[in-house]
């Protein structure tokens, strides 16, 4: 009797288990937007206008079209963890589809923004089969403090002098409009390392167990950002990676 009794209360249970994992995510690009919007009720005018100006000097690149598209192999590279361990690019697909997101800083509110609503989406990225992570061109100290500090769930990898970076075709040197107004504030060049002033676009790929890439979304609007349900939208068209035989 009270083994069929435990059985219903699992048979009810699950499909709120089911609803709660079907349940939309919420839209990161309206916290960003939120977040823009209060910049914009605080900050001072003239700020903004160089803010306004940088945006617009970025665009002026064409990254956003010259940069690998999908279709194309990702480059490989050499990464580091943030306790400074050498990583292989190509290991963060080796299991299955990879979830890659590069992202400016951790000076960056809206990064930051961004990687929590990808903490709180793991469980689908997993549960789709793939594997999620972060990466910066900040020092693994830098990097070991945001992932700390904003409670990730998943790894954060290091690109220093954003090699990688660069051979998927997203860096940037600061604008000289809003460069001085970076390094006063979010110390740039301490927390990346070098006195380059460059940063990638706030890229997010979805690349494949072959390494290729079937996603990708960049803007050179750091306040633009892939929205998570788009991109796990992505990684189940790829299917879940088989799983291995068992051995004999």
Not at 5 to 24: D, N, W, Y
Not at 56 to 76: I, M, N, R, Y
Not at 99 to 128: E, S
């Amino acid at each position: 009797m009270l083994v069929r009794r435990i059985c219903v209360l699992l048979m009810l249970a699950a499909p709120a288990a089911l609803a709660e994992t079907e349940k939309p995510l919420p839209s990161l690009q309206k916290k960003l937007d939120d977040m823009a919007a209060g910049f914009a009720d605080r900050a001072p005018v003239e700020m903004q206008k160089k803010f306004a100006q940088g945006i617009l000097d970025v665009k002026s690149l064409g990254l956003a079209e010259t940069a690998l598209k999908v279709g194309d192999p990702a480059p490989q590279a050499k990464l580091l963890s943030t306790k400074g361990e050498p990583v292989d690019f190509s290991s963060v697909w080796s299991d299955g589809p990879a979830v890659v997101i590069f992202y400016r800083g951790g000076w960056c509110p809206y990064c930051n923004v961004q990687l929590k609503a990808w903490a709180d989406a793991v469980d689908r990225v997993r549960d789709a089969g793939a594997t999620i992570v972060a990466i910066t061109p900040e020092m693994p100290d830098a990097a070991a403090e945001t992932a700390k500090s904003q409670e990730l769930n998943y790894n954060v990898l290091v690109d220093q002098g954003n090699k990688l970076a660069g051979e998927l075709g997203i860096t940037y040197r600061l604008p000289d409009s809003i460069l001085p107004i970076y390094e006063s504030r979010m110390k740039i060049s301490e927390r990346n390392g070098d006195d380059s002033y460059t940063l990638p676009l706030a890229a997010t790929y979805v690349i494949d167990s072959d390494g290729v890439i079937r996603y990708a979304f960049l803007d050179a609007d750091y306040k633009r950002r892939a929205e998570p349900s788009d991109v796990l939208e992505a990684v189940g068209k790829l299917g879940k990676p088989a799983s291995p035989a068992p051995a004999r």
